[in-house]
């Protein structure tokens, strides 16, 4: 089983649909968790970090089921810019005390008028 | 958010060269550097996690003489690309993390190797 597990996609969805990623990770022991975004061609850019309470940034939520081992990403009326690929990262620790983070495969969004 | 710098933003390189790429963290003190490679259309695939002042660790695959990695100090880490071939052409991407923060990305090098 992978580390991180997502579905590659890709989704097609029209402007203002409501679309929802799931990522799964299989170390229990994994301390933090975030969605990141990278454009075509382009680093990966900081979506929002995911904690147990669950997260909102306007058209954004994010949530963590710490028992099924599971986070989510919900994008409400999504936007053309929001066409993009979504990556899960989980960040567990190393033996010695390092991070270690692991990337999902991302999930590609494609948004359509 | 946090800065992380890394340059160059693109090479090209004969076969057979090495190519040093560097990763900085400018405005934080970065326990651990990751080095990730991307070919076109696929994932970002890690290479290598590398906390400060100790060793490298080398994910299944990636072979460590051949790509050198140094992280001498919290806020730099380097990447050597040694004796490079076109197969090494990709997208070079580093990022920085403190314990328990989100990692910060740098810009990416665009290596080619002709």
């Known amino acids: 089983r992978k580390e991180v597990e997502q579905d590659p996609g890709p989704f097609n969805v029209p402007e203002g649909a409501t679309v929802a990623f799931n990522c799964t990770y299989s170390?229990?022991?994994?301390?933090?968790f975030f969605w990141y975004r990278q454009d075509c061609r382009k680093e990966p850019k900081l979506l929002m970090s995911?904690?147990?309470s669950g997260n909102e940034d306007g058209r954004f939520t994010a949530q963590l089921n710490r028992a099924s081992q599971y986070i989510s990403l919900l994008i409400r009326d999504s936007k053309l810019s929001d066409s993009a690929t979504y990556l899960c990262v989980v960040n567990g620790r190393i033996t010695g005390g390092g991070n270690k983070l692991t990337f999902g495969t991302g999930t590609q969004l494609k948004v359509e008028l | 958010g946090a800065v992380v710098s890394q340059h160059p933003s693109r090479v090209i390189c004969k076969s057979g060269t090495s190519v040093k790429i560097e990763c900085r963290s400018l405005d934080f003190q970065a326990t651990t550097m990751f080095w990730y490679r991307q070919f076109p259309k696929q994932s970002l695939m890690l290479m290598a996690t590398s906390n400060e002042g100790s060793k490298a660790t080398y994910e299944q695959g990636v072979e460590k003489d051949k790509f050198l990695i140094n992280h001498a100090s919290l806020t730099l880490s380097t990447l050597t690309v040694t004796s490079a071939h076109p197969e090494d052409s990709s997208f070079y991407i580093c990022s920085a993390a403190n314990r328990n923060t989100e990692a910060f990305f740098g810009q990416g090098t665009r290596l080619t190797v002709v």
């Open positions: 170390n229990s022991a994994s301390q933090s």
């Open positions: 995911v904690y147990s």
